[in-house]
């Protein structure tokens, strides 16, 4: 079973606007990591926060992470047509760094 | 300044043969994992490489599948005698291994799409 759970699984908006997806988890983690896909590329690292952090910002990208609920959030603000992509959610629960994902939110940005 | 390389990036298999796929990582990174992408999904941990060494496989196929990292050249992930249900994307990541939390982030290659006729 995955470690992370995504919602929504898609999302549709129009440049401009905001996009918010949030990811959930089961266990303890070290931090938490999100993950941008284009269609049939690797995976680029977008932004990582600690276990021990509540929010980080990076440009347009806010997470915030909440381990009493076990659940983080992803928001791009100011959306782009170059935004459209697939974004995960990544767990790390040990030492050795070995993530674990979730299933995703398919995002589609339109001009 | 090349990124993670794998090849090839298509595959093409009958049920039975051998897939080889490989993975080099970024320069001066010492630490791989791969990971198997099915359509739809998100990506699942297989195993995690240093040079020589395997240190987690517990997310590898008991049987059929086997990834080495040697001392020289490229890491390998060996799927041998493919069955349909192996049809996915494999994805390969390395990281630099030290350095607080710079062992956290990986950088991913594009995959090898294997698909087993």
């Known amino acids: 079973s995955q470690q992370g759970e995504e919602d929504p699984q898609a999302l549709s908006i129009q440049e401009g606007e905001n996009a918010t997806m949030n990811c959930s988890y089961k266990?303890?983690?070290?931090?938490l990591q999100w993950y941008r896909q284009n269609s049939g590329r690797g995976l680029v690292h977008l932004i990582l926060i600690r276990s021990n952090e509540r929010e980080k910002h990076s440009g347009r990208l806010r997470v915030t992470l909440d381990t009493s609920k076990k659940s983080s959030s992803l928001l791009i603000t100011a959306s782009r047509a170059a935004d459209t992509a697939s974004y995960f959610c990544a767990m790390t629960t040990d030492s050795w760094g070995k993530l674990q994902f979730g299933a995703g939110t398919q995002v589609v940005v339109t001009p | 300044n090349a990124g993670v390389m794998q090849n090839p990036r298509h595959l093409v298999r009958r049920r039975g043969q051998e897939a080889r796929l490989r993975c080099s990582p970024m320069?001066?990174?010492?630490?791989v994992y791969w990971y198997r992408q099915l359509p739809e999904e998100g990506l699942k941990f297989m195993v995690y490489?240093?040079?020589?060494?395997?240190?987690?496989e517990s997310g590898m196929p008991k049987e059929r599948f086997s990834a080495e990292f040697p001392k020289e050249g490229p890491s390998i992930l060996r799927i041998q005698q493919v069955v349909r249900g192996d049809s996915a994307a494999y994805f390969c990541?390395?990281?630099?291994?030290?350095?607080?939390?710079?062992?956290?982030?990986?950088?991913f290659g594009a995959g090898t799409r294997l698909s087993v006729l």
């Open positions: 490489l240093q040079k020589e060494n395997i240190i987690d």
């Open positions: 266990t303890s983690i070290n931090n």
């Open positions: 320069k001066g990174h010492s630490h």
């Open positions: 990541a390395s990281s630099l291994g030290t350095g607080g939390m710079s062992i956290y982030i990986q950088y």
